[in-house]
């Protein structure tokens, strides 16, 4: 199934647990985790980005089985490389929501990554 763009509806932001296309040097798919607070407010999101290539030996990256959050290709989460991107960034509409399980996993990982409690 092909990805559909459409207008983006007033009062939109992307939202925690949202894997979003962000527009930066060509498109690329990233995992919301800052809170909807923060992201209907803010100029920025708060986001891990989502990489198709598997690194075995490096634990801090949660798969994403092919179908989940709307990923056409198993992908990983890449949790030790958390940042900020300009929520005007985020494409329209978001490709899926990761389910709970899976976003567990992800919050684990990147305590593990910031050392957090």
């Known amino acids: 199934m092909a990805f559909k763009r459409s ?5 939109w932001y992307p939202r925690r ?4 296309l962000f527009a930066l040097d060509k498109e690329r798919p990233a995992l919301v985790v ?12 708060c986001v891990v980005p989502i990489s198709t290539a598997e690194h075995r ?4 990256r949660p798969k994403l089985g092919a179908g989940e959050a709307g990923l056409q290709r198993d992908s990983w989460v890449k949790c030790a490389q958390v940042s900020t991107i300009e929520k005007k960034k985020a494409v329209y509409p978001p ?3 990761v389910g ?9 990982a990147i305590k593990l990554a910031l050392e957090l409690p």
């Open 100 to 108: 709970r399980a899976s976003f567990e996993k992800v919050e684990n």
């Open 95 to 97: 490709l899926g929501v």
């Open 34 to 45: 800052s809170s909807d607070a923060l992201n209907r407010h803010s100029l920025d999101v």
């Open 57 to 60: 030996a490096f634990s801090l």
């Open 7 to 11: 207008a983006v509806p007033a009062g």
């Open 17 to 20: 647990g949202d894997v979003c």
